[in-house]
């Protein structure tokens, strides 16, 4: 089966620098992706690692070791408006299995 | 262009009964999954399909069900509702021909099963 575990909740200031991590178990897939999910709202697209290393979208960043079985979403210069829970999700062909999410909250 | 749309928006249904919800994928895309998500919880996959043919299903038992029609837009159905149930819907498109990385998401369907 699949698993990713995800820390619960993170709070970081206004301006600052923020890393969510995401550990998985797996039997094979083909990357991990990011996803932003305010309060009420639908998901959306974030970022996508098919191979390992850093792969940079603005102000979003994100990890992958497939060795270490880990990656993480880097925000840079966070604003008020990326309070929201944020989800790391596994994909394989036809298959798709997201974490249980990191609600981050953001400070002025 | 006109995003994911499903409806209805809510629902409330109760324990026993069946319910269809509804879904028209972003125009060009081909593929249609759905996900269950409970409130505080990720996304859980429920079926993907593409080309009208399901081609994937998560850890749901048979009283889920769904289609895909041939403009593309698709139906999820559950039969003999549980309370456990009461979960928001999310249906999600994207134009390959698997769950690719990059999926749209609906609004979603809130469903309320007293």
């Known amino acids: 089966g699949q698993s990713l575990e995800q820390p619960s909740e993170v709070t970081a200031v206004e301006g600052a620098i923020v890393q969510i991590n995401c550990t998985y178990q797996?039997?094979?897939?083909?990357?991990l992706s990011w996803y932003q999910q305010h309060d009420g709202g639908a998901p959306t697209f974030l970022s996508y690692?098919?191979?390992?290393g850093l792969e940079e979208t603005g102000r979003f960043s994100s990890f992958l070791s497939r060795s270490d079985s880990y990656g993480y979403l880097l925000l840079q210069e966070l604003q008020m408006k990326d309070s929201a829970s944020y989800f790391c999700?596994?994909?394989?062909?036809?298959?798709?299995?997201f974490g249980s999410g990191t609600k981050l909250n953001v400070k002025p | 262009d006109a995003g994911v749309t499903q409806s209805p928006t809510h629902l409330i249904k109760t324990r026993g009964q069946q319910v269809t919800l509804r879904c028209s994928p972003i125009?060009?895309?081909?593929?249609v999954s759905w996900y269950q998500q409970v409130l505080g919880q990720g996304p859980q996959f429920i079926f993907q399909?593409?080309?009208?043919?399901?081609?994937g299903r998560g850890n749901f038992p048979d009283r889920f069900s769904a289609r895909q029609f041939p403009n593309y837009s698709s139906e999820l159905n559950v039969n003999a509702l549980l309370l456990g149930d009461s979960a928001l819907y999310l249906c999600?498109?994207?134009?390959?021909?698997?769950?690719?990385?990059?999926?749209?998401f609906g609004p979603g369907t809130r469903l309320t099963v007293t």
């Open positions: 125009s060009g895309h081909k593929s």
């Open positions: 399909y593409y080309e009208k043919e399901e081609r």
């Open positions: 999600a498109s994207s134009p390959g021909t698997g769950v690719t990385y990059e999926q749209y």
């Open positions: 690692n098919a191979l390992d």
């Open positions: 797996t039997s094979g897939f083909y990357g």
């Open positions: 999700a596994l994909s394989n062909f036809n298959k798709f299995y």
